[in-house]
């Protein structure tokens, strides 16, 4: 049994001796402009599930879906998120397609994640992908008014709609 132990951490050190080894002499290729593997690709993105259910609290929207606060939502989801996730107007945002892994697109595909997670995914960004911590640009009531409309991106009031598509002021 002992010998089945070492084999197994001499096994697993050899491993990880080798992905290091892979990674450092530049054989892993990083460009974004690549598909990623299926397996990179799986590994990817239930670290990122994983890492965001166990480190999100679990904490309700503290903000009632009101006009008022939907239509600030959309005005902040235009200014700051509409170029990498793609707007009523340009749903296959070219800045998306460009990143690696992917951006989602919102106007295809509307987020599923629940809105605790979306809250701390926006607040604290996504390490190894564009997805800047906007929580250093933006208050908690901000995020939660963005956070209104992406949850309800397929029953948005008309208003709200109609600012999602307005073009977005050069400043």
Sequence with gaps: MRNFIRGIVVGAIA???GVYGYARLGLLDL??????SALEE???GSAMDESTGRHA????????PTEENLLAGARLYRHKCSDCHG???????DYGRSFYP???QFMKQVPVLPDHENFYIIKH???WTAMPAWGNLMTDSE?????????????????????????????
């Design 15 to 17: 491993l990880a001796a």
């Design 57 to 64: 609290a679990q904490q309700r929207n503290p903000l009632p």
């Design 125 to 127: 960004g996504v390490r």
């Design 143 to 171: 995020i939660w008014q963005v956070i209104l409309v992406l949850s309800r991106f397929e029953k948005l009031p008309p208003a709200v709609t109609e600012e999602l598509k307005k073009p977005v002021e050069a400043k």
């Design 87 to 93: 707007s009523p107007v340009n749903p296959n945002s």
């Design 31 to 36: 460009r974004a402009d690549r598909n990623p």
């Design 42 to 44: 799986r590994i990817a």
């Design 102 to 104: 992917r951006v989602p």
